[in-house]
Protein backbone atom coordinates (compact mmCIF):
# COMPACT_ATOMS: atom_id res chain seq x y z
CA UNK A 1 0.00 0.00 0.00
CA UNK A 2 1.55 3.55 -0.97
CA UNK A 3 2.32 5.67 1.96
CA UNK A 4 1.13 8.67 -0.26
CA UNK A 5 3.54 11.50 0.15
CA UNK A 6 3.68 15.05 -1.82
CA UNK A 7 6.20 14.50 -4.94
CA UNK A 8 9.13 17.15 -5.04
CA UNK A 9 8.44 19.65 -7.35
CA UNK A 10 10.43 19.23 -11.13
CA UNK A 11 13.24 21.74 -10.12
CA UNK A 12 14.39 23.00 -6.75
CA UNK A 13 15.58 26.09 -8.20
CA UNK A 14 14.09 29.09 -6.19
CA UNK A 15 12.42 31.11 -9.08
CA UNK A 16 10.96 28.63 -11.14
CA UNK A 17 7.04 27.71 -11.11
CA UNK A 18 5.70 25.06 -9.55
CA UNK A 19 4.83 21.82 -11.21
CA UNK A 20 1.57 22.46 -13.12
CA UNK A 21 -0.41 19.39 -12.10
CA UNK A 22 -2.92 20.41 -9.69
CA UNK A 23 -1.55 20.81 -6.20
CA UNK A 24 -3.09 20.05 -2.82
CA UNK A 25 -3.85 23.02 -0.43
CA UNK A 26 -1.75 21.61 1.90
CA UNK A 27 1.21 21.16 -0.86
CA UNK A 28 0.86 24.93 -1.95
CA UNK A 29 0.43 25.96 1.34
CA UNK A 30 4.02 23.84 1.99
CA UNK A 31 5.85 25.74 -1.27
CA UNK A 32 4.90 29.14 -0.33
CA UNK A 33 6.60 28.66 3.09
CA UNK A 34 9.30 27.04 1.43
CA UNK A 35 9.73 29.82 -0.59
CA UNK A 36 9.64 32.36 2.09
CA UNK A 37 11.93 30.80 3.95
CA UNK A 38 14.48 30.61 0.60
CA UNK A 39 13.64 34.10 0.39
CA UNK A 40 14.40 35.30 3.82
CA UNK A 41 18.03 33.45 4.23
CA UNK A 42 16.48 30.67 6.72
CA UNK A 43 17.31 27.62 4.78
CA UNK A 44 19.27 27.12 1.53
CA UNK A 45 19.07 24.71 -1.72
CA UNK A 46 21.30 23.04 -0.22
CA UNK A 47 19.21 22.47 2.92
CA UNK A 48 16.24 21.62 1.50
CA UNK A 49 18.52 18.92 -0.99
CA UNK A 50 20.24 17.72 2.41
CA UNK A 51 17.20 16.95 4.39
CA UNK A 52 15.72 15.42 1.11
CA UNK A 53 18.38 12.89 1.34
CA UNK A 54 18.40 12.13 5.03
CA UNK A 55 14.57 11.48 4.60
CA UNK A 56 14.81 9.23 1.69
CA UNK A 57 17.90 7.57 3.38
CA UNK A 58 15.46 6.13 6.52
CA UNK A 59 14.17 2.96 4.88
CA UNK A 60 13.12 -0.76 6.32
CA UNK A 61 16.66 -1.38 4.57
CA UNK A 62 18.37 0.28 8.25
CA UNK A 63 16.62 -2.45 10.05
CA UNK A 64 17.14 -4.91 8.04
CA UNK A 65 21.05 -4.42 7.93
CA UNK A 66 20.89 -4.45 11.77
CA UNK A 67 18.73 -7.49 12.30
CA UNK A 68 21.10 -9.23 9.29
CA UNK A 69 23.85 -8.72 11.31
CA UNK A 70 22.03 -9.67 14.73
CA UNK A 71 21.58 -12.81 12.88
CA UNK A 72 25.31 -13.54 12.09
CA UNK A 73 27.13 -11.69 15.17
CA UNK A 74 26.00 -12.74 18.58
CA UNK A 75 28.14 -10.14 20.50
CA UNK A 76 26.53 -7.59 18.03
CA UNK A 77 23.06 -9.12 18.72
CA UNK A 78 23.87 -8.56 22.94
CA UNK A 79 25.11 -4.94 22.11
CA UNK A 80 21.77 -4.26 19.68
CA UNK A 81 19.94 -5.51 22.50
CA UNK A 82 21.65 -4.11 25.45
CA UNK A 83 22.40 -0.70 23.68
CA UNK A 84 20.30 0.24 20.59
CA UNK A 85 21.40 3.81 19.58
CA UNK A 86 25.23 2.35 20.03
CA UNK A 87 24.75 -0.19 17.80
CA UNK A 88 22.80 1.62 15.27
CA UNK A 89 26.42 3.73 15.39
CA UNK A 90 28.24 0.75 14.68
CA UNK A 91 26.66 0.62 11.38
CA UNK A 92 26.37 4.52 10.70
CA UNK A 93 22.64 4.58 11.24
CA UNK A 94 21.64 7.79 13.15
CA UNK A 95 19.04 6.72 15.89
CA UNK A 96 19.92 9.75 18.13
CA UNK A 97 16.35 11.58 17.12
CA UNK A 98 14.41 8.32 19.18
CA UNK A 99 14.25 9.11 22.94
CA UNK A 100 14.30 5.55 24.21
CA UNK A 101 14.86 2.86 21.47
CA UNK A 102 14.17 -0.79 22.33
CA UNK A 103 14.92 -3.96 20.34
CA UNK A 104 12.36 -6.92 21.48
CA UNK A 105 13.57 -10.12 20.66
CA UNK A 106 11.39 -12.90 19.22
CA UNK A 107 11.94 -16.30 20.26
CA UNK A 108 9.60 -19.76 19.41
CA UNK A 109 7.64 -18.98 22.74
CA UNK A 110 7.36 -15.40 22.66
CA UNK A 111 6.31 -13.02 19.90
CA UNK A 112 6.45 -9.17 20.13
CA UNK A 113 4.27 -7.32 17.86
CA UNK A 114 4.17 -3.14 18.22
CA UNK A 115 1.41 -0.35 17.54
CA UNK A 116 1.21 2.95 18.72
CA UNK A 117 -2.43 3.19 19.48
CA UNK A 118 -2.74 6.90 20.01
CA UNK A 119 -1.36 8.18 16.44
CA UNK A 120 1.72 6.42 14.65
CA UNK A 121 4.79 7.00 16.73
CA UNK A 122 7.04 4.35 14.72
CA UNK A 123 11.14 4.12 14.66
CA UNK A 124 11.69 6.20 11.50
CA UNK A 125 15.48 6.32 11.23
CA UNK A 126 15.43 2.60 11.46
CA UNK A 127 12.16 1.69 9.53
CA UNK A 128 11.06 4.79 7.38
CA UNK A 129 7.82 5.60 7.00
CA UNK A 130 4.91 3.94 9.08
CA UNK A 131 2.45 1.92 6.77
CA UNK A 132 -1.10 3.25 6.07
CA UNK A 133 -2.25 0.40 8.08
CA UNK A 134 0.02 1.03 10.81
CA UNK A 135 -1.50 4.58 11.21
CA UNK A 136 -4.97 3.29 11.41
CA UNK A 137 -7.86 3.08 13.76
CA UNK A 138 -8.98 -0.79 12.49
CA UNK A 139 -5.00 -1.64 13.28
CA UNK A 140 -4.54 0.31 16.57
CA UNK A 141 -7.46 -0.86 18.41
CA UNK A 142 -7.17 -4.75 16.89
CA UNK A 143 -3.80 -5.04 17.82
CA UNK A 144 -4.62 -4.67 21.53
CA UNK A 145 -7.85 -6.87 21.54
CA UNK A 146 -6.53 -9.36 18.84
CA UNK A 147 -3.44 -9.38 18.24
CA UNK A 148 -3.30 -13.07 16.83
CA UNK A 149 -6.21 -12.05 14.46
CA UNK A 150 -4.37 -9.24 13.21
CA UNK A 151 -1.42 -11.38 12.92
CA UNK A 152 -3.75 -14.35 10.61
CA UNK A 153 -4.31 -11.84 8.45
CA UNK A 154 -0.74 -10.85 7.69
CA UNK A 155 -0.05 -15.14 7.20
CA UNK A 156 1.24 -15.49 10.45
CA UNK A 157 -0.77 -18.48 12.65
CA UNK A 158 0.88 -18.97 15.96
CA UNK A 159 0.91 -22.14 18.04
CA UNK A 160 -1.34 -21.78 21.12
CA UNK A 161 0.96 -22.00 23.78
CA UNK A 162 3.43 -19.07 21.98
CA UNK A 163 2.89 -15.49 24.28
CA UNK A 164 2.10 -12.35 22.28
CA UNK A 165 3.38 -9.53 24.21
CA UNK A 166 2.06 -6.20 22.68
CA UNK A 167 3.81 -2.78 22.85
CA UNK A 168 2.28 0.38 22.42
CA UNK A 169 5.06 2.88 20.91
CA UNK A 170 4.82 6.36 22.30
CA UNK A 171 6.53 9.72 21.71
CA UNK A 172 9.31 9.19 24.12
CA UNK A 173 9.83 4.86 23.45
CA UNK A 174 10.20 3.52 19.92
CA UNK A 175 10.17 -0.62 19.39
CA UNK A 176 12.28 -2.74 16.74
CA UNK A 177 11.30 -6.41 16.64
CA UNK A 178 14.43 -9.00 16.01
CA UNK A 179 12.34 -11.63 14.14
CA UNK A 180 13.30 -15.43 14.28
CA UNK A 181 15.87 -16.22 11.89
CA UNK A 182 14.49 -18.22 9.59
CA UNK A 183 15.35 -22.16 9.43
CA UNK A 184 17.75 -23.02 6.45
CA UNK A 185 19.08 -19.67 6.61
CA UNK A 186 22.55 -21.22 8.04
CA UNK A 187 24.44 -20.63 4.94
CA UNK A 188 23.06 -17.25 3.72
CA UNK A 189 25.78 -14.47 3.64
CA UNK A 190 24.72 -11.28 5.45
CA UNK A 191 23.42 -9.46 2.37
CA UNK A 192 21.52 -12.49 1.85
CA UNK A 193 20.21 -12.45 4.59
CA UNK A 194 19.21 -8.37 4.66
CA UNK A 195 16.08 -9.57 1.84
CA UNK A 196 14.80 -11.99 4.09
CA UNK A 197 13.91 -9.30 6.71
CA UNK A 198 10.77 -7.32 5.96
CA UNK A 199 9.46 -4.14 7.33
CA UNK A 200 6.35 -5.93 8.66
CA UNK A 201 8.85 -8.10 10.36
CA UNK A 202 10.51 -5.44 12.27
CA UNK A 203 6.77 -4.36 13.64
CA UNK A 204 6.15 -8.03 14.63
CA UNK A 205 3.17 -8.67 12.39
CA UNK A 206 4.49 -11.51 10.72
CA UNK A 207 8.00 -13.51 10.54
CA UNK A 208 10.69 -12.81 8.45
CA UNK A 209 10.65 -14.36 5.13
CA UNK A 210 11.43 -18.18 4.72
CA UNK A 211 15.00 -18.87 3.28
CA UNK A 212 14.84 -20.60 -0.43
CA UNK A 213 16.94 -23.28 -1.16
CA UNK A 214 20.55 -22.84 -2.28
CA UNK A 215 19.53 -23.87 -5.80
CA UNK A 216 16.44 -21.39 -6.19
CA UNK A 217 18.57 -18.58 -4.21
CA UNK A 218 21.15 -18.63 -7.25
CA UNK A 219 18.27 -18.08 -9.85
CA UNK A 220 16.26 -15.48 -8.36
Not at 126 to 149: C, E, M, Q, T
Not at 154 to 160: I, Q, Y
Request: aromatic fraction near 6%; include cysteine; charged fraction near 30%.
Amino acid sequence: MSDGHISEPASQDHGHEHPKHELSRYAKRIYAIRDLLLEKGVITEKDIRCQIEYQEARSPANGAKLVARAWVDPNFKSRLISDPKAACAEMSIDATSINEFVVLENTEKVRHMVVCTLCSCYPRPILGRPPDWYKSFNYRSRAVNDPRGVMREFGLDLPDDAEVRVHDSTADIRYLVLPLRPKGSEGLGELELTRLVTRDSMIGVMDALPALPSHELATS
